[in-house]
């Protein structure tokens, strides 16, 4: 059985940073594709970030350049840097575990059960 618990969110001002967690169990981060997604009241959940089985990362537009997705093997445990946090960053953010080695798939992934993360202004 594959669980995902996230950790890290919080209310931080604009311009801070923040570090997401999500320890895996039931399943080995390095053989999976693994993504943060987020979710603000009343939009949809989108994509912000993933690293797939080899080790590439790829990066929604709006976060690239600060935000950063890692994974520790030996913790089983991904991670996503936020820095220079905005006011737009606010949202739910979930964990997400792909079915297969490189892609994510919305319909079929695993999810944890979502941080809060709140940026003031």
């Known amino acids: ?3 995902l618990v996230e950790s890290g969110g919080g209310l931080v001002q604009a311009g801070a940073s923040l570090r997401l967690s999500c ?10 594709a693994m993504g943060w997604y987020r979710q603000a009241p009343g ?7 993933t690293i797939i089985s080899g080790g590439s990362t790829n990066y929604a537009g709006s976060v690239k350049g600060r935000f950063t997705i890692s994974r520790d093997n030996a913790k089983n445990t991904v991670y996503l840097q936020m820095n220079s946090l905005k006011p737009e960053d606010t949202a739910v953010y979930y964990c997400a575990a792909a079915r297969t080695a490189d892609y994510m798939n919305t319909r079929t992934n695993y999810w944890g059960q979502g941080t809060q993360v709140t940026v003031s202004s």
């Open 23 to 32: 320890a895996a169990s039931g399943m080995f981060v390095r053989r999976n």
């Open 1 to 3: 059985q594959v669980q």
């Open 43 to 49: 939009n949809q959940r989108d994509l912000v970030a």
